[in-house]
């Protein structure tokens, strides 16, 4: 078993139960003690556990109210944006996912490019309710007031009724072996619904989640078509390129 993958199963483990023991998990996965003791070292580093003497407890990720996230590098979202939002060719299908960065995407489309967004998030439609060229259709299902988006099995079904030929997707983090993943599992079930039937999918996402791991898969990294991230280290973003992801950086001067 990979290590990423190894670690992924520790954090599902650690949603399901709240707390996990290292002896437990060496017996599970049939490694040394000193083994998950370095795995849950180096998931205490990406913040997304709290150590305790034999183990450790789960930490709920810090993703704040989404009012809060939305004035986080706003920059850099914008430059985001910008770069995903000069894929899209006329007549287009765009599925756009909830979140403040897939948000910017949707505020950098041209006034003069005719497209069709499929979306579950409020701010993106409200976003392209003056839009001169662009059709929306907003997904129903269950409002999660916090996310400002809609989810469950309605918002699923009708993805999975749609073709769109590019997918804006956001996420909480992204690694090479472990894939595209997010924290909360109803958010999850909706990105996969997304992901199953676009032509590209585009993972749009700060430097800053690319190598950490978040408990639910979304898609293997290589489904991914492109990733489209602020500056960060080569050694960060070639593992992506060797995977034949075109890896876009926005906001580097280029």
């Known amino acids: 078993m990979l290590t990423a993958e190894r670690k992924r199963m520790i954090l599902n483990l650690l949603k399901a139960e709240g707390q996990v023991q290292a002896d437990k998990l060496a017996r599970r996965f049939k490694v040394s003690e000193d083994t998950i003791r370095r795995d849950l070292r180096q998931l ?43 894929l899209f060719q006329r007549g287009q299908t765009v599925a756009i996912d909830a979140g403040t960065t897939p948000l910017a995407v949707a505020e950098a489309l041209s006034n003069t490019l005719p497209l069709s967004v499929v979306t579950h998030s409020l701010p ?5 309710c003056e839009h001169p060229a662009v059709e929306v259709l907003m997904l ?43 924290f909360d599992p109803e958010e999850a079930l909706v990105k996969r619904a997304m992901i ?25 990294a290589d489904r991914l078509t492109h990733l489209v991230t602020g500056p960060a280290p080569e050694e960060q973003l070639e593992p992506f390129r060797t995977l034949g992801v075109n890896v876009i950086v926005a906001g580097a001067g280029n």
């Open 44 to 86: 205490a580093k990406e913040g997304l556990l709290e150590r305790v003497h034999g183990g450790a407890l789960l930490r709920p990720p810090v993703c704040g109210l989404y009012a809060k996230r939305e004035h986080q590098s706003p920059d850099a979202k914008r430059a985001i944006g910008a770069a995903t939002a000069a």
């Open 124 to 128: 993106v439609g409200l976003a392209l």
């Open 140 to 182: 129903g299902g269950t409002l999660f007031k916090q996310a400002r988006a809609c989810a469950g099995a309605e918002t699923v079904d009708a993805y999975r009724r749609i073709h769109a030929d590019f997918c804006v997707l956001g996420l909480a983090g992204l690694h090479p072996e472990a894939g595209a993943t997010t």
């Open 196 to 220: 199953q039937n676009a032509g590209a999918v585009v993972a749009v996402a700060a430097p800053e989640k690319l190598g950490t791991i978040a408990p639910h898969l979304l898609a293997p």
